[in-house]
C-alpha cells in the first residue's frame, strides 16, 4: 500500500502523541508499578516474523504483535507497548533510532554500539566478503571490528597474522582466537563489558559457539559445518539480544 503525504503525517503524528503520552506515562511511575501505566516503554529482543519478543524497562518480556502502519521493530529497537494480557502485547510506537544495521536494504538490527565480523579458518575467510562488511559499517558510520576464530586450524598462523595486518595497519582491532580451546578470549571479553554488541559473518564461523562462551548458561544451537563443502548451515535463524549477566549485550545474527 503506498500512503498519500497526507495518510503518512497523519501517522507520524500519532506516533509521536504516543511517545509523549509514554514519556510523560513513566516520568509519572517512577515510583508506582510500571504495569499500571497503559503504555510501557521495552526493548525488541528479538522478531519473528509478525510477532516480537519485547523487554519492558524492569526486565519483564512479552510476546508482542505491532500497531498497523507504524513500520517493522527489529532487534535493538526503543519501543512503546500496551499491554494485552498477562505476557503479552501491542507495539504501538517505535522511538527514532541513533541507527540502522541492513543487509542487502533489508533491516536486522537498530541502536547498536559496536559491529564485530567474525569469520574463520573454516570456512576460510576471504577478502571481498572481509571488505564489503567494512564498507557497509563506514558507510552507516558504525563501528567495526574483526575476529578471526578457529585460529587452531591454522597450518601457518604467521601468514594469517599478515593476512589481517592491512586491517590492522588501517586501525582495526583484530582479535584471533579460538572459541574451541578457549584462547585468546579475555581480551575480547573486556570489550564486551557494556554496550550493545553485534556479531555478524557467514553460516558457520562461530558467532553463536562464541556467544554460548562467553554466557556460559545460554546454550545457543550452534551445529557443524558441512565436511564436504566446508561451509555453514544456517543453524542461527533469528537476530537476538542476549544479555551478559555482568553487563553488556551480545546480539546473535543469523550468518
Ligand atoms: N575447530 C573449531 N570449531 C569451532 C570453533 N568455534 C566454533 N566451532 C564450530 O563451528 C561450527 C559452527 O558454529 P556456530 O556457532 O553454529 O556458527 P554460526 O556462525 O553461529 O553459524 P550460523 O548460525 O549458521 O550463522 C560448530 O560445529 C562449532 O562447534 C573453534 O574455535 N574451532
Ligand atoms: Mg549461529
Known amino acids: ?40 516503554k521495552g526493548r525488541v529482543i528479538t522478531r519473528y516474523g509478525q510477532r516480537q519478543l519485547v523487554e519492558s524497562i524492569d526486565k519483564q518480556l512479552y510476546q508482542c504483535t505491532d500497531r498497523r502502519n507504524i513500520g517493522l521493530s527489529v532487534a535493538g529497537d526503543k519501543v512503546v507497548f500496551q499491554k494485552t494480557d498477562n505476557n503479552e502485547g501491542v507495539v504501538t510506537a517505535i522511538q527514532p533510532r541513533t541507527n540502522e544495521l541492513k543487509r542487502q536494504k533489508k533491516l536486522i538490527a537498530a541502536n547498536i554500539d559496536q559491529l564485530w565480523l567474525v569469520v574463520a579458518l573454516e570456512p576460510h575467510y576471504e577478502f571481498e566478503l572481509i571488505d564489503r562488511y567494512l564498507i557497509m559499517a563506514e558507510n552507516e558510520n558504525l563501528p567495526i571490528n574483526i575476529i578471526v576464530n578457529k585460529i587452531e586450524l591454522a597450518k601457518n598462523l604467521e601468514q594469517v597474522s599478515k593476512d589481517f595486518s592491512i586491517y590492522k595497519n588501517i586501525d582495526y582491532q583484530v582479535h584471533f582466537l579460538s572459541v574451541k580451546e578457549e584462547h585468546n578470549l579475555d581480551s575480547l571479553k573486556s570489550s564486551l563489558s557494556d554496550k550493545t554488541h553485534i556479531f555478524l559473518g557467514q553460516s558457520g564461523v562461530g558467532k553463536s559457539s562464541l556467544i554460548n562462551t562467553l554466557i556460559p548458561d545460554l546454550d545457543l544451537r550452534v551445529d557443524e559445518i558441512s565436511t564436504k563443502t566446508k561451509l555453514g548451515r544456517h543453524t542461527t535463524t533469528n537476530t537476538t539480544i542476549h544479555h551478559i549477566p555482568s553487563g553488556g549485550d551480545l546480539i546473535d545474527s543469523p550468518g
Open 1 to 40: 500500500v503506498t500512503l498519500t503525504r497526507r495518510q503518512k503525517w497523519r501517522i507520524e503524528k500519532i506516533h509521536s502523541e504516543r511517545i509523549a503520552r509514554s514519556n510523560r506515562a513513566s516520568k509519572n511511575s517512577e515510583n508506582i508499578d510500571l504495569h499500571s501505566t497503559q503504555e510501557i
